[in-house]
């Protein structure tokens, strides 16, 4: 078994929408003030994630995740104790 965590797999990716299954990550930035919104409201930060697969083997050359964070809805039942 791999114990190489900088890469992830993508079965969706992959038998979705005909793209590469195996992404590396590459790079990480922020945006203060939310880039996205949710329901038309932007939230304090957040957090894209970049990776890019190992080949480029079809059009889809990139995967990102966005992470949101905000600070004044904090739900303490998400917290453990």
Known sequence: ???DKSYFT???AKETLGANKKFQSVQFHFH????HTIDGKRFD???HTVH???KVETAAIAAALG???DTK???KSVTPE
């Open 32 to 35: 203060a003030g939310s880039e």
């Open 73 to 75: 809805n904090y739900d």
């Open 67 to 69: 992470i949101i964070f």
């Open 52 to 54: 890019y697969p190992p």
């Open 10 to 12: 993508s079965t969706f």
């Open 45 to 47: 930060l957040e957090m």
């Open 1 to 3: 078994m791999s114990t």
